[in-house]
């Protein structure tokens, strides 16, 4: 079976190249999957419904940014005005996060060319992040019924914060961020287990800790679908990262996290998360990583 992936050409909102949130690597990640042959499985979503965006985010919030009427504040800790373009972008990618969630129910694995905007708190955005796709589609699947235990596995280099304050209080929901300890954002919220790894964190030391620990997060519940937030800014080349992995420590993270889960037949909704580099090109290649890998167990 082809890997079933979700994409959509509006999830790029047309930024200029150099704008500090590297706009370009979706088309880029989309072109690579492409070569690869990876696109056989193709989807793309539609808009989130903001009913849905309202069981993660206040109506007030979803109303701005709906209307693209969003306070300047909150856009400068966005870090970019939300416009049309960034409005659709943001419904879209949170429509993708939930159609890839259902994909995944269906066929064990899907992942979303977009999605894990885990800085997105219940009330506002923030770094980069609009709407909290992850939240929502968690959100949205319990509403329906279709799930009982969801577990969050956050391993972009940032703290899920957004994802810990819109989801802590779930009993439904356990959120896991490793992340480097001294890096955005600088007030953490507290998720269901934290780990804050030391600058220079290398592979193997960092592949030890995530083993160890996926034990211990399929011993708290039997988990009835995984989303994985598989951040490629870990990487020693990423301008935001300083976790110091290689190419082939994030293979070797992304087929750990995947083995793992699948091996007990826990569906798995994968999703990009953050990377950050003037050469696109090469962060797609680093994002196509995860599909790569994810395709190994379609
Ligand atoms: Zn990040």
Known sequence: MPLQIVSHPDYDAGFAPSHRFPMTKYRHLM??????GLTGGLSRPDSISPDLLRLAHDADYVEQVLACAVPPGIEREIGFP?????????????????????????????????GGSHHARRSHGAGFCTFNDVAVASHALLAEGLV???????????????????????????????????????RKEASGLDIGLPDGTEDDAYLET???????????RDWDIVFYNAGVDPHREDRLGRLSLSDEGLRRRDRMV????????????????????????ALAARHAILFETAAAFA
Request: with cysteine.
């Open 210 to 220: 995530l083993a160890s620990t996926l034990t211990g997060l399929s011993r708290l």
């Open 31 to 36: 072109e690579q999957l492409d070569a690869l």
């Open 258 to 281: 995947i083995e793992h889960f699948r091996a007990a037949n826990i569906p798995l909704c994968g999703v990009i998360g953050g990377g950050y580099s003037n050469d696109a090109p």
């Open 82 to 114: 939300v416009d049309q373009r960034v409005s659709r972008r943001a419904q879209l990618a949170a429509g993708g996060t939930l159609l890839a969630a259902r994909l995944a129910l269906s066929h064990g694995i899907a992942c979303n060319a977009a």
């Open 148 to 186: 009982a235990n969801v577990l969050v596995v956050d391993l972009d280099v940032h703290q899920g914060d957004g994802t810990a304050d819109i989801l802590g209080g779930n009993p439904a929901v356990f959120t896991f961020s490793m992340h480097a300890e001294k890096n955005y954002p600088m």
